[in-house]
């Protein structure tokens, strides 16, 4: 904001100065919808956590319009409270195309269902899958000379709490690829252990490696969570 001095991003307390302070932005968005509302259809959404804001517009042509205004109504609510709009990661999609967005570490992107209906693919961003990899195969690397049970004891706190974030949606894939890259870890873990190569495929099948080593396998994706938001007061 104003000032100088400012919050560091990724700070305990930023999150909660962010959600006090664009508040009046969540007000603003309100009353555009209420304006915009046909009955119970809304033409414009929007969800907000922290500083990272994604605002939907009715795709059909009659609505472009509101595409930029909602934007210079946003600019100008932002200018109000002496917030600068980050440019660089600020962008304008048409989701009626192949283009997607992310938000939270989620990519969403617009298909149609096999009813024919159209509805959001949620999947898990690749770099979010990238950081996770990359976090776990530090620790395999650290660990390498320790016994498998305790690299198994650091990594399945991890595993947890990325799976429960991204469990829902269409993660199935994303989780199939990161069950399977956390067991050949595991193997060649073992095989090092006992001073061979090879990555001991033969040796531990999936099923002795969860119920004799313990390793997190509730990889289970959860479909249909309705979430609601609060809107602003």
Not at 8 to 13: D, L, S
Not at 25 to 49: G, H, P, S
Not at 201 to 229: C, H
Request: hydrophobic share 35%.
């Amino acid at each position: 904001a104003g000032g100088s001095r400012g919050v560091p991003q990724g700070g305990v307390i930023s999150p909660l100065l962010s959600n006090l302070y664009l508040n009046e932005v969540d007000k603003m968005l309100e009353r555009a919808k209420e304006v915009t509302r046909c009955r119970r259809y809304t033409y414009i959404e929007y969800a907000r956590f922290a500083d990272d804001l994604v605002i939907l517009v009715d795709g059909y042509r009659k609505w472009k319009w509101l595409v930029q205004a909602v934007y210079q109504r946003l600019l100008e609510e932002l200018a109000r409270l002496d917030v600068q709009i980050n440019t660089e990661k600020t962008r304008q999609g048409d989701l009626t195309g192949d283009e997607s967005f992310g938000f939270l570490g989620f990519d969403f992107r617009r298909v149609k269902t096999l009813r024919g209906q159209w509805g959001a693919h949620i999947t898990p961003r690749m770099k979010a899958r990238t950081a996770l990899l990359q976090k776990l195969k530090e620790i395999f690397r650290r660990f390498q000379s320790q016994p498998v049970d305790r690299v198994i004891e650091l990594i399945n706190p991890i595993l947890r709490g990325w799976v429960n974030y991204f469990r829902v949606g269409h993660s199935s894939r994303c989780f199939g690829y990161v069950k399977a890259w956390v067991e050949k870890k595991i193997r060649r873990h073992l095989m090092r252990a006992r001073k061979r190569k090879g990555f001991g495929r033969d040796r531990w099948n999936s099923q002795w490696i969860y119920r004799n080593l313990g390793l997190f396998s509730d990889y289970r994706v959860r479909y249909n969570i309705e979430t609601k938001a609060l809107p602003a007061r």
